[in-house]
């Protein structure tokens, strides 16, 4: 499936274009003593004219028949290209950006591969119950790879210590893989899903 690159999408981003737009597919969760469980899941790849993608995901458990149950949760965050932030960039705070990207064209976004031949990313988490992660990893191609380099757990949350999630692009449909280490055991398989491009929205 050829990648299309939106005409305006900030260079910065253009390691991402393949995963730009909505999906949706079935998969299978479960963890330790909890029973496996199908689920149905939608996610969303955004992009807003800034170097950072905006991530949205959404989780419904399905009954025997594999028809909807009920919700089950939702998760949020944000994928960027790991780099030095400079004067121009957002932030601190509400800051905004330079109008100019810091990285205007093809050949600077190049400029920051890595020895691997891909590009260091980080991707933060955020989860209903008191949960955020914060990955890195990085992007070659069409694959992601990630591993958490710190997860900040507020006063009651469950027990979370670590996670590592991979993506790829399969015969033109997006499958990844969720392993987690939680309530006391090892890192061990989570969650893993199919999902096929809905909706080319960038």
Sequence with gaps: MPVEIP???TPELVPFAWLLGTWEGDGFVGYGDAEQRAFRQRVTFEQHGLPFVVYRGQTTLLNDEGEPQREATYEQGFWELARPREDGDIGPGMLPPDP???LKAAQDV???RNADGGF???VSMLHPGGISELYLGQIKGPRVDLATDAV???QGAKEYASGTRLYGLVNGNLMWAWD???NGHELATHAS???KKVDSLQ
């Design 180 to 182: 987690m280490a939680a």
């Design 110 to 112: 190049e400029d920051l």
């Design 7 to 9: 005409t305006n999408l």
């Design 193 to 195: 899903a199919e999902l």
């Design 120 to 122: 260091d990313i980080s």
């Design 152 to 154: 900040m757990r507020a």
């Design 100 to 102: 100019v990207p810091v």
